[in-house]
């Protein structure tokens, strides 16, 4: 069994619109006090890569480096 790897990925400020959105649903709809912002993020758990293709691929498949931002999970 292969090594599987977790990437989260997540829309820089600005263009987190879709996580915008969700805040603003949460305090209209739910009137949820207190909240000030939510954070959307998109997990991949990737398998059957070597080390070099996964780190090639993160800026190129996961992620658009001028909008996104991707954490490792270690």
Not at 28 to 34: A, S
Not at 38 to 50: E, M, N, T, W
Request: charge should be negative; charged fraction near 25%.
């Amino acid at each position: 069994m292969s090594l599987v790897r977790r990437v989260f990925v997540e829309k820089k400020p600005g263009f987190d619109v879709s996580a915008q959105a969700l805040a603003q649903d949460f305090l209209e709809n739910l009137n949820v006090p207190g909240l000030t912002g939510v954070r959307l993020l998109h997990r991949y758990d990737v398998q059957g890569l070597s080390e070099e293709a996964f780190t090639a691929s993160l800026p190129a498949v996961f992620s658009e480096p001028a909008v996104d931002m991707y954490y490792l999970d270690k």
